[in-house]
Protein backbone atom coordinates (compact mmCIF):
# COMPACT_ATOMS: atom_id res chain seq x y z
CA UNK A 1 0.00 0.00 0.00
CA UNK A 2 1.44 3.36 -1.13
CA UNK A 3 1.65 6.61 0.29
CA UNK A 4 0.55 7.80 -2.54
CA UNK A 5 -3.39 7.25 -4.13
CA UNK A 6 -3.66 7.26 -7.54
CA UNK A 7 -6.91 5.96 -9.14
CA UNK A 8 -6.40 2.70 -10.90
CA UNK A 9 -7.38 3.49 -14.69
CA UNK A 10 -8.44 6.46 -16.67
CA UNK A 11 -10.09 6.22 -19.98
CA UNK A 12 -10.69 8.92 -23.00
CA UNK A 13 -10.78 9.03 -26.83
CA UNK A 14 -8.60 10.66 -29.04
CA UNK A 15 -8.03 13.85 -29.07
CA UNK A 16 -9.46 14.37 -25.66
CA UNK A 17 -7.78 15.51 -22.67
CA UNK A 18 -7.46 13.19 -19.49
CA UNK A 19 -6.34 13.88 -16.01
CA UNK A 20 -4.38 12.03 -13.86
CA UNK A 21 -4.93 12.48 -9.70
CA UNK A 22 -2.09 11.37 -6.99
CA UNK A 23 -3.18 12.30 -3.56
CA UNK A 24 -0.64 12.08 -0.59
CA UNK A 25 -0.10 13.99 2.77
CA UNK A 26 1.75 16.79 4.62
CA UNK A 27 5.00 14.63 4.70
CA UNK A 28 5.82 13.77 1.21
CA UNK A 29 3.53 16.13 -1.94
CA UNK A 30 2.93 18.75 0.66
CA UNK A 31 6.60 19.27 1.53
CA UNK A 32 8.58 18.10 -1.46
CA UNK A 33 7.93 18.30 -5.12
CA UNK A 34 6.13 15.04 -7.50
CA UNK A 35 7.43 13.81 -10.52
CA UNK A 36 5.25 11.97 -13.23
CA UNK A 37 6.52 8.51 -15.16
CA UNK A 38 5.10 7.14 -18.20
CA UNK A 39 6.00 3.30 -18.24
CA UNK A 40 4.68 1.52 -22.32
CA UNK A 41 3.88 -2.10 -21.88
CA UNK A 42 6.82 -4.07 -21.81
CA UNK A 43 9.75 -1.42 -21.08
CA UNK A 44 11.73 1.13 -18.45
CA UNK A 45 9.84 4.30 -16.98
CA UNK A 46 10.74 7.20 -18.54
CA UNK A 47 10.62 11.13 -16.71
CA UNK A 48 7.46 12.97 -18.20
CA UNK A 49 7.40 15.88 -15.45
CA UNK A 50 9.80 17.04 -12.61
CA UNK A 51 9.50 19.39 -9.91
CA UNK A 52 5.28 19.74 -10.12
CA UNK A 53 5.25 21.47 -13.73
CA UNK A 54 8.54 21.28 -16.01
CA UNK A 55 9.01 18.77 -18.62
CA UNK A 56 12.11 17.07 -19.83
CA UNK A 57 13.60 18.22 -23.41
CA UNK A 58 11.82 16.05 -25.54
CA UNK A 59 8.21 15.32 -23.90
CA UNK A 60 5.45 17.30 -25.36
CA UNK A 61 3.45 20.23 -24.25
CA UNK A 62 0.36 18.19 -24.36
CA UNK A 63 1.69 16.65 -21.07
CA UNK A 64 1.29 18.86 -17.97
CA UNK A 65 1.75 18.87 -14.02
CA UNK A 66 0.38 20.78 -11.06
CA UNK A 67 0.37 20.75 -7.69
CA UNK A 68 -1.49 21.82 -5.16
CA UNK A 69 -1.09 21.19 -1.24
CA UNK A 70 -1.29 17.52 -0.71
CA UNK A 71 -2.34 16.58 -4.35
CA UNK A 72 -0.69 17.03 -7.55
CA UNK A 73 -2.01 16.11 -11.66
CA UNK A 74 -0.99 14.43 -14.66
CA UNK A 75 -2.72 16.39 -17.56
CA UNK A 76 -2.96 14.74 -20.73
CA UNK A 77 -4.26 17.01 -23.99
CA UNK A 78 -4.91 16.00 -27.30
CA UNK A 79 -4.71 11.62 -26.59
CA UNK A 80 -3.37 9.56 -28.93
CA UNK A 81 -3.48 5.62 -28.85
CA UNK A 82 0.41 5.74 -28.03
CA UNK A 83 -0.16 7.34 -25.31
CA UNK A 84 -2.01 3.97 -23.72
CA UNK A 85 0.77 3.33 -20.89
CA UNK A 86 1.04 2.89 -16.71
CA UNK A 87 1.25 6.41 -15.25
CA UNK A 88 3.27 6.63 -11.82
CA UNK A 89 3.11 10.13 -9.88
CA UNK A 90 6.76 10.03 -7.36
CA UNK A 91 7.94 12.27 -4.40
CA UNK A 92 10.16 11.80 -1.02
CA UNK A 93 8.54 11.50 2.56
CA UNK A 94 10.47 13.94 5.14
CA UNK A 95 9.08 11.92 7.88
CA UNK A 96 9.84 8.44 6.27
CA UNK A 97 13.13 9.50 4.75
CA UNK A 98 12.14 7.43 1.65
CA UNK A 99 11.10 7.82 -2.00
CA UNK A 100 7.15 6.37 -3.01
CA UNK A 101 6.20 5.62 -5.94
CA UNK A 102 1.86 5.84 -6.26
CA UNK A 103 0.19 2.95 -7.28
CA UNK A 104 -0.01 3.71 -10.79
CA UNK A 105 -3.10 4.85 -13.25
CA UNK A 106 -3.60 2.66 -16.55
CA UNK A 107 -4.43 4.85 -19.30
CA UNK A 108 -6.67 3.47 -22.01
CA UNK A 109 -7.46 5.89 -25.00
CA UNK A 110 -10.41 4.30 -26.56
CA UNK B 1 24.01 10.39 -24.03
CA UNK B 2 23.38 8.58 -20.43
CA UNK B 3 22.90 5.23 -20.55
CA UNK B 4 22.14 2.67 -17.17
CA UNK B 5 22.83 -0.92 -17.60
CA UNK B 6 21.59 -3.26 -15.46
CA UNK B 7 23.07 -6.75 -14.68
CA UNK B 8 23.46 -9.81 -11.79
CA UNK B 9 20.11 -10.77 -11.63
CA UNK B 10 18.73 -14.26 -12.41
CA UNK B 11 17.22 -17.23 -10.58
CA UNK B 12 17.81 -17.56 -6.97
CA UNK B 13 16.61 -20.02 -4.29
CA UNK B 14 14.81 -18.34 -1.50
CA UNK B 15 17.04 -17.78 1.70
CA UNK B 16 20.01 -17.02 -0.29
CA UNK B 17 22.02 -13.49 -1.73
CA UNK B 18 22.57 -12.14 -5.38
CA UNK B 19 24.73 -8.58 -6.04
CA UNK B 20 23.20 -6.70 -8.61
CA UNK B 21 25.06 -3.86 -10.91
CA UNK B 22 24.53 -1.20 -12.61
CA UNK B 23 27.25 0.55 -14.85
CA UNK B 24 26.79 4.19 -16.01
CA UNK B 25 28.28 5.84 -18.81
CA UNK B 26 27.52 9.08 -20.35
CA UNK B 27 28.03 11.49 -17.60
CA UNK B 28 30.18 11.95 -14.15
CA UNK B 29 28.68 9.41 -12.51
CA UNK B 30 30.37 10.66 -9.17
CA UNK B 31 27.79 13.78 -9.09
CA UNK B 32 24.86 11.95 -9.42
CA UNK B 33 22.90 10.30 -6.76
CA UNK B 34 21.13 6.91 -7.97
CA UNK B 35 18.32 4.38 -7.43
CA UNK B 36 16.87 1.04 -6.90
CA UNK B 37 13.64 1.31 -8.08
CA UNK B 38 11.64 -2.71 -8.22
CA UNK B 39 8.77 -3.97 -10.25
CA UNK B 40 7.30 -7.08 -9.38
CA UNK B 41 5.15 -9.01 -12.20
CA UNK B 42 2.02 -7.47 -13.13
CA UNK B 43 2.82 -4.70 -10.35
CA UNK B 44 3.35 -1.03 -9.56
CA UNK B 45 6.72 0.65 -9.23
CA UNK B 46 8.83 0.04 -5.57
CA UNK B 47 11.08 2.43 -4.61
CA UNK B 48 13.72 0.65 -3.21
CA UNK B 49 16.57 2.77 -1.76
CA UNK B 50 19.16 5.68 -2.55
CA UNK B 51 22.78 6.51 -2.53
CA UNK B 52 24.23 10.18 -2.46
CA UNK B 53 26.70 11.20 -5.03
CA UNK B 54 29.32 9.96 -2.65
CA UNK B 55 28.35 7.51 -1.46
CA UNK B 56 27.87 9.30 2.40
CA UNK B 57 24.28 9.13 3.04
CA UNK B 58 21.91 6.02 1.78
CA UNK B 59 18.34 5.39 2.55
CA UNK B 60 15.84 2.19 1.98
CA UNK B 61 12.59 1.30 1.81
CA UNK B 62 11.46 0.63 5.17
CA UNK B 63 10.16 -3.39 4.09
CA UNK B 64 13.95 -4.09 2.73
CA UNK B 65 15.98 -2.26 5.93
CA UNK B 66 18.44 -4.92 7.03
CA UNK B 67 18.11 -7.55 4.14
CA UNK B 68 19.43 -4.93 1.12
CA UNK B 69 22.05 -2.80 1.03
CA UNK B 70 22.87 -0.46 -2.18
CA UNK B 71 26.79 1.02 -2.64
CA UNK B 72 28.45 2.88 -5.26
CA UNK B 73 32.18 2.39 -6.94
CA UNK B 74 32.70 5.58 -8.41
CA UNK B 75 35.91 4.82 -9.81
CA UNK B 76 34.12 2.18 -11.42
CA UNK B 77 31.13 4.24 -12.66
CA UNK B 78 29.15 1.67 -10.94
CA UNK B 79 26.12 1.09 -8.66
CA UNK B 80 25.15 -2.11 -6.69
CA UNK B 81 22.02 -3.73 -4.65
CA UNK B 82 23.42 -6.59 -2.50
CA UNK B 83 20.61 -8.59 -2.31
CA UNK B 84 20.36 -11.12 0.99
CA UNK B 85 18.30 -13.21 2.65
CA UNK B 86 15.61 -13.07 -0.81
CA UNK B 87 12.04 -14.14 -0.03
CA UNK B 88 9.72 -15.21 -3.35
CA UNK B 89 8.46 -11.27 -2.53
CA UNK B 90 11.46 -10.14 -3.84
CA UNK B 91 10.75 -11.83 -7.64
CA UNK B 92 10.92 -8.38 -9.53
CA UNK B 93 12.93 -6.79 -12.31
CA UNK B 94 14.84 -4.16 -10.76
CA UNK B 95 15.56 -0.82 -12.48
CA UNK B 96 18.45 1.41 -11.47
CA UNK B 97 18.15 5.24 -12.15
CA UNK B 98 20.09 8.51 -12.00
CA UNK B 99 18.64 11.54 -9.42
CA UNK B 100 17.84 14.63 -11.58
CA UNK B 101 19.10 17.40 -10.64
CA UNK B 102 17.27 19.50 -8.12
CA UNK B 103 14.95 17.50 -6.46
CA UNK B 104 14.32 13.85 -6.16
CA UNK B 105 12.95 12.94 -9.63
CA UNK B 106 14.77 9.96 -11.89
CA UNK B 107 15.59 11.28 -14.94
CA UNK B 108 17.18 8.32 -17.15
CA UNK B 109 16.36 4.48 -16.06
CA UNK B 110 18.05 1.53 -17.08
CA UNK B 111 15.93 -1.41 -18.99
CA UNK B 112 16.19 -3.74 -15.68
CA UNK B 113 17.31 -7.11 -14.60
CA UNK B 114 14.96 -9.85 -13.79
CA UNK B 115 15.38 -11.28 -10.41
CA UNK B 116 13.45 -14.68 -9.80
CA UNK B 117 13.29 -16.37 -6.19
CA UNK B 118 12.36 -19.76 -6.21
CA UNK B 119 12.77 -23.00 -4.96
Known amino acids: QSVLTQPPSVSAAPGQKVTISCSGN????????VSWYQQLPGTAPTLLIY???KRPSGIPDRFSGSKSGTSATLGITGLQTGDEADYYCGTWDSSLSAGFFGGGTKLTVL | QVQLVESGGGAVQPGRSLRLSCAAS????????MYWVRQAPGKGLEWVAVIWFDGNKKYYADSLKGRFTISRDNSKNTLYLQMNSLRAEDTAVYFCARVGTGDYHADYWGQGTLVTVSS
Open chain 1, 26 to 33: SSNIGNNS
Open chain 1, 51 to 53: ENN
Open chain 2, 26 to 33: GFTFSSFG
